[in-house]
């Protein structure tokens, strides 16, 4: 294995802190609480969760840190049209933590 030396071991540095800054911002403003996976919600039943209950079209699903988490559709606040959504959730009692209309 080959040593890296000044500016390339610096490079490489301050690229894996970017890529570490970037990945914990990345649901910056989102305070999920943390749970032990064992007390999480199935993800099926999340999801039929957000579609049954909260009327939500999921494009997208994910784990973001401590929060499911959607990109999709749904009726925005006066109920008169569709809009893109962003929406984050508990991941043990499915509850929207955060909710982001387009």
Not at 43 to 49: F, G, H, I, S, T
Not at 60 to 88: M, R
């Amino acid at each position: 294995m080959r040593k890296l030396t000044g500016l390339k071991s610096l490079s490489l540095l301050i690229a894996l802190g970017s890529s570490l800054l970037l990945s914990t911002t990345a649901n910056a403003g989102v305070d999920c609480i943390e749970h032990p996976e064992s007390e999480w919600m199935h993800v099926l039943d999340m999801q039929k969760k957000i579609v049954n209950e909260y009327g939500f079209a999921i494009k997208k699903f994910q784990t973001s840190g401590d929060c499911y988490e959607i990109y999709g559709w749904g009726l925005n606040q006066a109920k008169t049209e569709f809009v893109k959504l962003e929406v984050y959730f508990d991941t043990k009692t499915g509850e929207i933590v955060k909710k982001k209309e387009d």
